[in-house]
């Protein structure tokens, strides 16, 4: 481009693209080779001959200023003497080309990949830490926080004895807890998948603290471990969460895969292991944890099931040991460093070799991780060497020492001073800013650009991709999420927005989404909060995992801000929020309790979904009894009230709750504890000031503890439920001298209180035992416990009139009781002669109906039609429709015309019916003529 004193010579897809950029003032030469599709960029520069370095100490050094509100960032290289070259062609250099080659200044090729190392943070410890004087860094993923242990003891930096201490920071470098350490030497430490830091001792007890250096609960890896000593440890990610694996001092291996259900199993032995293994690592594939082992140059692959398999991985240098390994995040990946410096690449199962990297290092590397699932890194001191599946590798110097830690799309970098991000610059990034790129992205970004400055050009960008305009839109949304720096995101953002324009009917909801991740990301990425996830991770982690980790961190405004503009529903959300930040409150000693319960009260309020009883309950684990009462106050619901009262041993003040609340069970349940918990009198005392508790008590002892109830009645002077109680208990009695004497004090009882009926009930119950008890010894059979009426019912049943009449004129049974128990007995016994001459003795006081209706009842429909002359005409059509004669019933309701008899008869009628139905209507119509 003339006017920009350069020229751009493209010539590709034939030939492959070749781009030479001569810059003058630089006195170096872009070569951009792209090769079947591969394309490779050196960047020559004269100092170093293949990169850019923008800080350059002798001539000046780099001000980094982040001005978040614009999300940019400003390179200014100051420090004087000369103006650097590469200011100069800054400035005179406006093209779209130079751009794009500042947008991938930082891209550093990896074979057919690049690979892009980006800033996450100045740490905030920068003036504090340094990290050769801590022995141990452990670092949690998904951007978590940092655990530092120093020991000056152990790393002869001071002569006297002092105790280790533990700090953790968050990602950002500012610290967040810090204790010493009282307990074991520690083997190793690390986080879980829920940020709690896990301290392995060299005894087997592993001790879980929170985010804060709180101590939560300690586990031990079992006796064996405790008897001879642990010596190394692997703390690793498995399908149950967070796993941990120990190598004890007899060269043994016992793992558990949850640190929440720790369950220990002791994996097979390696055969012939007599010194500790060179090296060793856990897989976890296939829902199964299994170590690979390295005897020397030998590899074996055990696991719990007491079977090992020995492994021949394919490799062509000389090994005579394996002395470091590292898998992948997925697990589907594995590296090993030999002594003799080479790095193998393969797969985790050992089948397949994907590279062989000889690294002409005698000296093993301090760490060896992975950088996502496409590069390995090896670090030695200062110095990182990255390698790809294909041999092609970068180096990095660093100023100071650097802990590494891997994440599923990257590799964070720990330093002194600053806190970075390598990992693989995403397909659709590559193709939006990759130099030359002609893909539908990188021209509807350029035509944005050319339109914020008013530009005809950006006409001419979006009409050569109008076909391909919403694959455009997505390719800048999708890059958009994987860029760190806000400034990025807004520029990709905008160009998709520009995009949307020219599209009828494009669905925005993507951009939204991304608009509304984005925000939330830029949010928790602030150094304020310090957790730099990015989107790739942000998906696997889910917003609900985030939200929990800012409620963990304290950042419960935060929290609440993103769950109401994420929209998510108030029970997964604000609710859980206030829920926790209530019981963060409660634990707050420097407030009165008065103070808390009211700042609680009103900002819960009535929300939904938050139980004031938890954060009671929480409070008294505090040992605040005062404010849990309080709080328990604004709880609506009785039966979250009452068990905590009853936990406090407020239990009068439970009672009075569980009565207000009209719940008997819950009145049980605390009556029951006062009982327990009581002298019986004081017990009796308390609850007789409160009528319906000693009713409810009352009752319950009806059920479970007559004898009780007996005593309280007798206590109360009750001589009527007294006498009842003993007329129950009377039942208890087997012997029939022993009922008779309970059933006299039952009249006793009856007499001071002057109930005449019942004391002659009582008699004549007595009576009838002696009777029952005679019949039983004259008829051989059971009489005992059955009542006047069963009585005379089985003495008709069995033939015994006489005694059955004897027993009525004894006992004064009235005529119709006693004829109707006499026909029923009769009928049952089938003695229907029986039953005519009974019919005929004199005229039944209950009517001829009731032979019929005690013959209809047993089937004998022909016996019952014996009785039908001698009904009453009023009830004979109700007779006739009992013994199923609904035809003759209703011919004998039109004899006497009544209608309602026989409306009566059509009530009765059925589907099968519907000629008698029809008859009926008949009758009907022809009475009402007849009127």
């Not at 004898?707 to 012997?735: A, P, T, V």
């Amino acid at each position: 481009m003339m006017d920009l004193g350069a020229r751009i010579y493209l010539a590709m897809r034939d030939l492959g693209a070749r781009i030479y950029l001569t810059m003058m003032d630089l006195g170096a030469r872009i070569y951009l080779a792209m090769r079947d599709l591969n394309a490779r960029i050196y960047l020559a520069m004269r100092h170093l001959g293949a990169r850019i370095y923008l800080a350059m100490r002798d001539l000046g050094a780099q001000i980094y200023l982040a001005m978040r509100g614009l999300g940019a960032r400003i390179y200014l290289a100051m420090r004087g003497r000369l103006e650097t070259a590469e200011e100069t062609v800054f400035r005179k250099c406006k093209s779209v080309e130079y751009k794009l080659l500042m947008a991938t200044a930082d891209w550093n090729p990896l074979g057919d990949v690049y690979l892009r190392k980006t800033e996450l943070y100045s740490m905030g410890w920068a003036d504090i830490v340094d990290l050769n004087k801590f022995v141990a860094v452990a670092s949690c993923q998904y951007g978590g926080p940092i655990a530092l242990l120093r020991d000056d003891a152990q790393t002869a930096r001071v002569q006297v004895s002092t105790k280790p201490v533990i700090t953790t920071y968050t990602a950002a470098g500012y610290q967040i807890g810090q204790m010493r350490w009282n307990s074991g030497q520690i083997v190793k430490m690390g986080w879980t998948v829920t940020e709690d830091l896990l301290c392995v001792q060299d005894d087997g007890v592993v001790l879980v603290y929170d985010f804060f250096l709180n101590f939560k609960r300690t586990f031990g890896m079992g006796q064996e471990a405790k008897d001879v000593k642990v010596i190394d440890c692997q703390i690793f990610n498995s399908f149950q969460g967070t796993g941990i694996a120990i190598l004890t001092s007899t060269f043994r291996i016992f793992i558990i895969n949850s640190v929440d259900d720790p369950r220990i199993r002791r994996l097979a032995e390696v055969p012939g292991l007599q010194t500790a293994p060179s090296s060793w690592t856990i897989i976890n594939l296939d829902r199964q944890s299994r170590a690979l082992v390295a005897k020397g140059k030998e590899l074996y692959l055990i696991d719990h099931g007491g079977q090992f398999q020995y492994q021949s991985p394919q490799i062509s240098a000389e090994v005579n040991e394996y002395v470091m390994m590292s898998v992948s995040y997925s697990n589907k990946y594995l590296a090993m460093f030999t002594d003799s410096g080479v790095i193998w690449i393969g797969s985790s199962d050992l089948q397949k070799c994907y590279c062989e990297f000889n690294t002409k290092s005698p000296q093993c590397p301090q760490q060896l991780a992975w950088c996502g699932s496409g590069a390995v890194v090896a670090m030695w001191d200062k110095f990182m060497l990255v390698v790809g599946p294909d041999k092609d590798w970068i180096k990095f110097q660093f100023d100071s020492p650097v802990h590494l830690t891997q994440e599923d799309d990257g590799l964070r970098i720990i330093q002194n001073y600053q806190h970075e991000f390598l990992h693989k610059v995403p397909d659709v990034t590559e193709k939006i800013f990759k130099i030359g790129s002609m893909e539908p992205g990188a021209m509807l970004y350029e035509a944005n650009r050319e339109f914020m400055k008013g530009s005809q050009k950006a006409d001419e960008y979006v009409r050569m991709i109008k076909d391909k305009l919403d694959i455009a839109v997505d390719q800048c949304i999708q890059a958009a999420g994987h860029e760190l720096e806000p400034s990025k995101q807004k520029q990709l953002l905008r160009a998709a927005s520009f995009g949307k324009c020219f599209l009828t009917d494009y669905n925005p909801q993507a951009f939204v989404d991304m608009c509304q991740m984005l925000r939330v990301l830029n949010q928790v990425r602030n150094h304020v909060i310090g957790i730099p996830l990015t989107y790739t991770q942000l998906e696997k982690l889910t917003t609900t995992v985030l939200i929990d980790r800012l409620v963990l961190r304290k950042f419960f405004a935060y929290a609440i801000k993103i769950s109401q503009y994420l929209k998510i529903p108030e029970a997964e959300g604000s609710s859980r929020i206030l829920a926790h930040w209530a019981c963060y409150k409660v634990k707050q000693k420097n407030q009165d309790d008065e103070i808390i319960a009211r700042a609680i009260a009103q900002k819960l309020g009535d929300t939904p979904g938050v139980s004031y009883s938890e954060v009671a309950n929480e409070a008294l684990e505090c040992g605040r009894e005062e404010l849990a009462i309080r709080l328990l106050d604004y709880e609506p619901r009785a039966a979250h009230q009452v068990p905590l009262l009853m936990k406090m041993h407020k239990d009068q003040i439970a009672l009075s709750k569980a009565i207000e609340s009209g719940d008997t069970d819950l009145v049980y349940t605390v009556l029951l504890r006062l009982k327990e918990s009581m002298t019986q009198g004081d017990f009796l005392m308390s609850i007789r000031s409160m009528p319906i508790s000693y009713s409810l008590f009352l009752q319950y002892c009806r059920q479970q503890n007559p004898k009780l109830l007996e005593d309280l009645y007798y206590q109360e002077d009750n001589f009527i439920e007294e006498g009842n109680c003993k007329i129950m208990r009377s039942f208890d009695d087997e012997r029939l001298d022993d009922r008779t004497e309970t059933l006299n004090q039952a009249i006793k009882c009856y007499q001071k209180g002057r109930h005449d009926f019942v004391i002659k009930q009582t008699e004549d119950q007595i009576k009838l035992l002696k009777y029952q008890r005679r019949l039983e010894e004259e008829f051989n059979r059971p009489y005992m416990d059955l009542s006047l009426h069963q009585t005379i019912y089985r003495l008709t049943v069995e033939n015994n009139y006489k005694v059955s009449e004897q027993l009525r004129k004894e006992f004064k049974v009235p005529d119709r009781r006693y004829w109707w128990i006499r026909i029923q007995g009769l009928a049952e016994a089938g003695e229907w002669v029986e039953l005519d001459k009974f019919s005929r003795n004199k005229k039944p006081p209950v009517g001829m109906e009731a032979f019929v209706e005690v013959c209809a009842k047993h089937h004998n429909v022909n016996e019952a039609m014996k009785y039908m002359s001698r009904v009453s005409p009023e009830q004979k059509v109700r007779c006739l429709v009992k013994v199923g004669n609904k035809k003759a019933a209703a011919d004998t309701a039109f004899e006497n015309r009544n209608e309602e008899e026989l409306n009566f008869v059509l009530s009765k009628c059925g589907h099968s019916d519907r000629q008698l139905v029809e008859s009926i209507k008949s009758m009907k119509q022809q009475l009402g003529l007849k009127r």
